[in-house]
């Protein structure tokens, strides 16, 4: 999500914990595909809606 949001390398290491930027970047440099798009618009779109109500 971090990837999709385009946030630096070093702002996900430091969210994420690790004590190695590769750990990061292992995960972070994949390509972000049209469906992952879709998918991480629908999952925003549900975070912001009430859970209850």
């Known amino acids: 999500m971090l990837a999709f949001l385009k946030a630096h390398p070093k702002v996900a290491q430091a969210i994420l914990r690790h004590s190695q930027i590769r750990t990061t ?11 992952e798009r879709e998918a991480f618009a629908m999952l925003s779109e549900l975070l912001e809606e009430p ?3």
């Open 25 to 35: 970047m292992d995960g972070y440099t994949h390509v972000v595909g049209d469906s």
């Open 51 to 53: 859970l209850i109500g």
